[in-house]
Structures are given as structure tokens and as C-alpha cells.
Nanobody
Framework: QVKLVESGGGSVQVGGSLRLSCAAS????????MGWFRQAPGKEREGVAA???????NYVDSVKGRFTISKDNVKNILYLQMNRLKPEDTAMYYC?????????????????WGQGTQVTVSS
């Protein structure tokens, strides 16, 4: 059984940084891609960053140059380093895993989801 548990969210001022972690268990070799998504109140869930089994990454334009996705394959932890945070980054952030051979930012391609961690950026 796949289990994803996020941590590291919190409140930060504009320009600050946070690092999100996602502890994964029960993953099988069928999982080719892991990603971070976010959802703000009243908005659709949005793909933020993804990383495939080869370590190739993909980011939504709004976070390029500010966010970095990485993973520790030994500890089975997925990270999202978020720098220069903006108020529009405020959202619930979710970790997800996909069995699709195509690693993209579409939520519909992801099979497993964590419960989320809240990020709030205030000015």
C-alpha cells in the first residue's frame, strides 16, 4: 500500500523559503514519476513540479528559478525547496506518485496522493 506523508509547510513572509518533504512508503517499480501539486481555495489543483525515475524535472512556469524538486532514493523522500516565496504561492501542497510512463504536471495522471501541507505566504 502506497503511503505519502507531507511535512514542512508553514507560514512565511514574502521572499522567505520553505522546504517541503514527502515521506513515501510502499512504492513499487511501477511508479515512474513523483510530483508536487498545490491547490488554493476556490482554484483547481495545479501541478508545480515533477521528477521522473531518471531525475529529469519539470516545473510550472510560475515557479521556475524559485522552486527545486529533488528526491532521496535511499530514504524514499521527495523534497520541494521553495525560495523567494510570493503571496500567490499560498496553497495546500500535495505530494503525488504516478505510474504513467509520461511524467508531467497533470493531476489526472497521478495515482497516489498525500494529505497535504499548508503553505501561507504573507506580505
Amino acid at each position: 500500500q502506497v503511503k505519502l506523508v507531507e511535512s514542512g509547510g508553514g507560514s512565511v513572509q514574502v521572499g522567505g523559503s520553505l522546504r517541503l518533504s514527502c515521506a513515501a512508503s510502499g512504492l513499487t517499480n511501477s511508479v515512474h514519476c513523483m510530483g508536487w501539486f498545490r491547490q488554493a481555495p476556490g482554484k483547481e489543483r495545479e501541478g508545480v513540479a515533477a521528477i521522473d525515475s531518471a531525475g529529469d524535472t519539470n516545473y510550472v512556469d510560475s515557479v521556475k528559478g524559485r522552486f527545486t524538486i529533488s528526491k532521496d532514493n535511499v530514504k524514499n523522500i521527495l523534497y520541494l525547496q521553495m525560495n523567494r516565496l510570493k503571496p500567490e504561492d499560498t496553497a495546500m501542497y500535495y505530494c503525488a506518485a504516478s505510474e504513467s510512463p509520461f511524467c508531467n504536471l497533470s493531476p489526472s495522471k497521478y495515482n497516489y496522493w498525500g494529505q497535504g501541507t499548508q503553505v501561507t505566504v504573507s506580505s
